[in-house]
């Protein structure tokens, strides 16, 4: 098996569609060399295999030899050899997984440097300063990322040499001080490792190329994936290639652009520069950026090649493209490009528009395919309620919404302040990938430095965070910011606009905003797909729920909790005296007066879904859920004592107390125990239901039965729902109220003898929420934070399975079900209405299953309408935005 592959090398394949085997970068660097005939730097690609290899067992056999052979040609290449002491060859090698981790993963630059070959380079090019520079950068990058030393060293040490220099900005300092700082760096180098810094360029591609290798399984790459839904398994590919120098002189630069605006996704180039600098200062944001548009004036010549080149990659890929240059002395070389992360409304006007260019002309369906759950969650984003507000400062726009929340000014203490239940706004003077923790928690990023490209701004916008980044009026020291006189300690409240670019000093009143015309464009192709094939319904338990979630172009109600509707304050009291009864009189009293609050809601739900089908499941939970704590009521008998009707409470709290409630009295055993429950819930429907015949309305309604395990139990509980339907229904117009009824699969039991209860239900409902929960043995409610990130973080787990559908347990259950169902009963009516009914990739299985709909909260419904098309369409994705 090879394991490295140059630019140049001749696949089988167009090299775009091998990122399983080249990573992202490594694929569209080998189509820029060698289908687009672009000017980029000579290099190879160690393969993804060879990090898998390394994973399993160490450093493959074979591999030296090969990228030796990949060096020489290299070398070959560029008229150079790696460390000569002459005209020394210099490399960068970089992370490449299939799936884009911005900054997850590690890189080293000028990569071949040592004692000798800096000499070498500062000859060649007749720059001492450039030469140490450069080295400096390289003992910086290769002591803290391949030998592991601690990065706040280095940066004070840097700062200091700045300060003695008395230089405004890093390109200031001079040869001396930086040869001075270069041999500081070697001594923190040897005094952490009790070794002198490596001199050996081949000692020191094969350290660098490992720590590559290793970063795949650092902290920040784990806890990317584990956000981002990536396979732990997969590997990250190594690019080595020949550097070029954007930090030669003033005709030298480096840049990141997008052939459009990640933003908006408006046409037209954009992006941000730096004059005499490396890639690494752009997307770190340690110097504030020019905009691409400035290059036009620098650079004229080189402006025009770029929109040049842009153009081809946007119509060879047929999408928007994020790229990376560099400028060495008057020439242009591209070092990266690949499919660019948007925003949500950047994704839906591109995709839209991308339709209607004649030189682009992608379908309908590959527009589809293009849009994610994310980018539909983010045109949905809060925003500032009063436009009019207070603005501190302003920075830049980097990702769109509104996030309130109390300042932390690192990532852990942000973390810290999320355990608790606070809400948090992330502040930094920059951001690094050592604060992914902190930005996971965060409801929104602020940064006092970096431009639109950098970390904060990129993470931010994949993840849906607003993000104000470049707020340079901040001033931030240890825990706390100033600006314009104003300070902002830690836990004060701040507002931010990631639209506008404004910070706000208080808790600003948050609303929704308003998708762009694109968002039903898109969501209508969706239905135009979908239709008839997999339908959407959603889960709501109160009128302005239902007729929210019909606006959201839900196709009825999936479910309706009733316990919900027992939980108000005016109704709980009630429930209380049906529970406490002692006799059958007092009971019924209590019903009855259940059954008219439930009839007004029942037909304020039919009536928000006229002509649309209302599943309606009948009461689930324990009852000890509408009684106080076993617990609190002791404590209180033990201290301050109780009155006589808490003291009733407290003993029916004792009489329905289970240790495992959730396998308990519940569900249809519940209406086993109290028939009379069941029947005035269905009383109260049927009644609605009557009521909005008599108006002219239209309901369907279905009848769910929750947790059934055998036939004979659905059987005898369907007596009880038909008996109460007959009663209600009598000497009332029947035409027009349409019922089924059915029941909830939600036991691995009621899986496997779906061909049984199938006999006596018009329909099943798949609660995966606990179908999970049984499948696994995991208690939903205790399974979050530390168990399930430990088994995720170590890939015992491919997924949340409480998120997305495990296939090779929960999904197999409901394609089993699915088909003994429909075996023994072919018209039978199949949904699904746990969370898993709003997730992308389950809807896929669920689709593959054979369900008609899938039902979701109201906001999740038009994520489960573009998805459910996608399922249709057999639309492959990757995560968050990747194509």
Known sequence: MAYVFAFDHKHRKAPKDLKDLLGGKGANLAEMTSVLGLPVPPGFTISTDACRAYMDGGWPDGLDGEIAKQVRKLEKSMGKRLGDAADPLLVSVRSGAKFSMPGMMDTVLNLGLNDQSVLGLAKQTDDERFA??????????????????????????FDKAKENAGAKSDADIPADALRELTEEFKGLVKRHTKKPFPQDPQQQLRGAIEAVFRSWNGPRAIAYRVRERIPHDLG??????????GNRDDISGTGVGFTRDPATGAQGAYGDFLINAQGEDVVAGIRNTLPLSALRDRFPKIYKELLAIFDRLEKHYKDMCDTEFTIEQGKLWMLQTRVGKRTGAAALRMAVDMTRKKDLRISHEEALQRITAEHLDQVLHPQFA??????????????????????????????????????????????SPEDVHGMIVAEGILTARGGLVSHAAVVARGWGKPAVVGAEAIRISGSSFTVNGVTVNEGDVISLDGTTGSVVVGEQQLSSAEPPAEFETILQWADKVRKGKLAVRANADNGPDAANARQFGAEGIGLCRTEHMFLGEDRLPVVRRMILADNAEDEQAALEELRKVQKADFEEILEAMDGLPVTVRLLDPPLHEFLPSVQELAVKEATSGLSAEERKLYQAAQQWHEFNPMLGTRGVRLGVVKPGLYAMQVRALMEAAAERVAKGGKPIVEIMIPLTVTREELRLARSWVEGAIKEATKGAKKKGVKVLIGTM???????????????????????????????????RDDVEGRMMSAYLEQGLLKRNPFETMDPGGVGELVMLASERGRAAHPTIKLGVCGEHGGDPESIEQFYAAGLDYVSCSPFRVPIARLAAAQAVLGAGRGPSGTA
């Open 745 to 779: 699969i939600e036991t691995p039991r009621a899986a496997l003898r779906a061909d049984e209860i199938a006999e006596v239900a018009d329909f099943f409902s798949f609660g995966t929420n606990d179908l999970t929960q049984m499948t696994f043995g995991f208690s």
């Open 236 to 245: 990250t590919a190594v690019n080595v290639q020949a550097m070029v120098f």
């Open 132 to 157: 140490f520079d450069s080295y400096r950068r390289f003992v910086q990058m290769y002591g803290r990322i391949v030998l592991g030393l601690p990065g706040e060293e280095f940066d004070e040490a």
């Open 386 to 431: 009063n436009k009019n507000v207070k603005v501190l400062t302003k920075g830049l726009a980097a990702s769109p919404g509104a996030a309130v929340g109390k300042a932390y000014f690192t990532a852990d203490a942000a973390a810290d302040a999320a355990d608790r239940g606070e809400k948090v706004v992330l502040v930094r003077s920059e951001t």
